[in-house]
């Protein structure tokens, strides 16, 4: 439950190139955590969190402007639908009805679009309760927005859990048969934004299989083992240490950037993965109810606007784990579904867990 004693403040964060205002919330809890969150794409745009000599950093990717935000290419910290990660040559048909959909990463849709959610203000409002305060942000996804059919109503909660947690609890409800699988593109850099690269965290997965996919990086429909395979986080493994790999997995994607098929029934709170920097002794562990987790360590950051920092975040600087269904999956029965219809509500819990090891 939410720790008491939460608390949020509110500042202005300026406005996009259309006018629209935008504002950036802080939370704040007994526990030590401090999180920021703009409605700009429903960002988290910073996480302070302390190593094991109680000396705090800000462990996320992100930008210090909204000009910024409006600018980057990568997706920081945002929010993603309306469908996270790639639906192969942007199509997929439901009903009897084929939809079409931008071609944003090459020939294949990416992250729900150009104008995707991530690229939208959120309506913010801040949720007084028992156990403190929480940022509800509301996006109405319209009938057609990026090709996709019906009026989406999505609402996502942020909260501080625990003495230094933060969970987002994922809602949506539609007007007519669509799809939906809604994640955020949160970077972590455990030893602290702007200070290198992560190839030396550990990585730990709850996972024995994953989605190989095929030249670009569309799921070829198979759950591979991990066994004997540098894509095995079954134990902790340094994010670096296989990444060159000649695999032909690790040569597609130049790095990680797959889905792994989670241990556990869908719709279970459960952890998913667990990542520590041994220098800070920072921990990281990430819990989820859904299916699958994409990890993916940064492999295409090319610089871009500077982080906080004051530095450009270059590739392998911060590394992603997106909890979310699987890849393409409106085009593959046999993986886990994505249909949302009329009536039903879509639900989705995920908790960033920060503690420190000896």
């Given at each position: ?19 629209k ?7 704040s ?10 409605n ?9 969190a302390?190593?094991?000599?109680g ?8 930008f210090?402007?909204l000009?910024?935000y409006?600018?980057?290419d990568?997706?920081?910290?945002a929010?993603?639908?309306?469908y996270g990660n790639?639906?192969?040559k ?40 028992a156990g ?26 942020y ?5 230094a ?14 799809v ?11 030893a ?13 997965i709850e996972?024995?299989?994953?989605t ?8 070829t ?14 134990k902790?493994?340094p ?10 997995q ?16 869908t ?27 994409q ?6 950051l090319?610089g871009?606007p ?22 393409d ?7 886990p ?22």
């Amino acid at each position: 439950m939410t720790l008491a004693g939460t608390h949020i403040e509110r500042q202005s964060f300026g406005a996009t190139p259309e006018g629209k205002p935008a504002e950036i919330f802080t939370l704040s809890g007994e526990g030590g955590l401090t999180v920021r969150i703009t409605n700009y794409a429903g960002a988290i745009v910073s996480i302070l969190a302390p190593d094991r000599a109680g000396r705090k950093a800000d462990v996320l990717l992100g930008f210090a402007s909204l000009p910024d935000y409006v600018a980057d290419d990568s997706y920081q910290g945002a929010l993603i639908g309306r469908y996270g990660n790639r639906i192969a040559k942007g199509q997929f048909t439901l009903e009897g009805r084929t939809y079409t959909l931008a071609r944003n990463n090459g020939e294949n849709h990416l992250h729900g679009g150009p104008r995707g959610f991530h690229r939208a203000i959120w309506e913010p409002r801040v949720k007084e309760g028992a156990g403190g305060a929480a940022l509800e942000l509301t996006y109405v996804s319209q009938d057609g927005e990026e090709g996709y059919p019906g009026t989406l109503t999505a609402r996502v909660v942020y909260s501080l859990e625990g003495a230094a947690g933060l969970r987002i609890d994922y809602t949506a409800t539609t007007d007519k048969t669509t799809v939906v699988n809604l994640t955020n593109h949160a970077y972590f850099n455990l030893a602290g934004e702007g200070s290198g690269d992560v190839l030396g965290h550990e990585m730990q997965i709850e996972a024995d299989q994953f989605t190989p996919v095929d030249k670009t990086l569309i799921p070829t429909g198979e759950l591979r083992s991990v066994r004997g395979t540098p894509l095995d986080f079954s134990k902790p493994m340094p994010i670096g240490a296989r990444i060159s790999d000649p695999d032909e997995q690790i040569a597609i994607g130049a790095g990680y950037d797959h889905n792994f098929v989670l241990r556990g029934p869908t719709g279970t709170l459960r952890l998913a993965a667990r990542v520590v920097e041994p220098k800070s002794g920072r921990v990281l562990e990430v819990l989820t109810t859904e299916p699958g987790i994409q990890f993916y360590s940064g492999n295409f950051l090319l610089g871009g606007p500077k982080g906080k920092a004051g530095k450009p975040y270059d590739r392998r600087t911060g590394f992603c784990l997106e909890a979310e269904h699987f890849p393409d999956s409106p085009n593959k029965t046999g993986f886990p579904p994505v249909v949302l219809k009329p009536g039903e509500t879509y639900r989705q819990t995920t908790v960033y867990r920060f503690t420190t090891a000896p």
